[in-house]
């Protein structure tokens, strides 16, 4: 089962910041959350994770509280291009067998 | 530049009929994986190999073998396939150490008729 629950669905307007909640109430200490995404017909794509600091890379931040049992992915200006499913996703670091994808959030980026 | 390459992009097979399903890598992963995406739900990993050690999930069915002949190299084979197991698959590789980032290739859609 996974372990992230996560909005069905949102919207955003184009060029406007896109945040995306998950929680993650039971996460064990030594488990880092990550964010992948996937745009229609393709594979999912990495975006970012973190374990307890914030995070920032060319795609996106990512905002985790002090108690970890949420966070917040940020796309600061969403183009169309970022119309996709995001998957919340924690697990262990270096683990090679413990991605499960819960059921995502469907972003459409709206002109 | 393609890095994980997945052959045919679409694959037809009739029910019963094995098909095997190619994977391919050009980034030397030590990890390759293969998930089973059905329509509208998420991606569901089905097993994977470290180097040479097959590691299956528990509730992936006997239908579902795998081969890796090579480090670039992996198949899915479905040994008799049926109408629930029409769904695209996705082939994945990563690094073994470290946070294991996962490279997806674009999946093949099976169609089982």
């Known amino acids: 089962d996974a372990k992230t629950t996560q909005p069905t669905s949102m919207d955003c307007a184009e060029g406007r910041a896109a945040n995306l909640p998950c929680n993650h109430s039971?996460?064990?200490?030594?488990?880092?959350v990550y964010w992948y995404r996937q745009i229609h017909s393709q594979g999912p794509q990495y975006i970012i994770h973190g374990l307890k600091n914030n995070e920032t890379n060319e795609m996106a931040s990512l905002i985790i509280t002090e108690d970890r049992k949420s966070s917040t992915l940020i796309l600061p200006h969403a183009t169309l291009r970022d119309t996709a499913v995001y998957y919340c996703?924690?697990?262990?670091?270096?683990?090679?067998?413990?991605?499960?994808f819960g059921a995502g959030t469907r972003l459409t980026v709206k002109p | 530049d393609a890095m994980v390459i997945q052959n045919p992009r679409y694959q037809v097979t009739q029910f019963g009929k094995p098909v095997t399903l190619s994977c391919s890598q050009t980034?030397?992963?030590?990890?390759m994986y293969w998930y089973q995406q059905k329509s509208s739900q998420a991606p569901k990993l089905l097993f994977h190999y470290y180097d040479k050690d097959f590691n299956n999930e528990a509730d992936t069915p006997d239908n579902f073998q795998s081969r890796r002949p090579n480090t670039s190299f992996c198949f899915l084979d479905i040994r008799s396939p049926g109408l629930g197991d029409a769904a695209m698959y996705l082939c994945a590789t990563s690094r073994a150490q470290g946070h294991n980032e996962q490279f997806f290739g674009p999946g093949t859609r099976l169609t089982v008729l």
């Open positions: 980034l030397n992963h030590n990890v």
């Open positions: 039971t996460i064990s200490g030594n488990e880092y």
């Open positions: 996703i924690v697990r262990v670091w270096g683990n090679n067998n413990d991605m499960r």
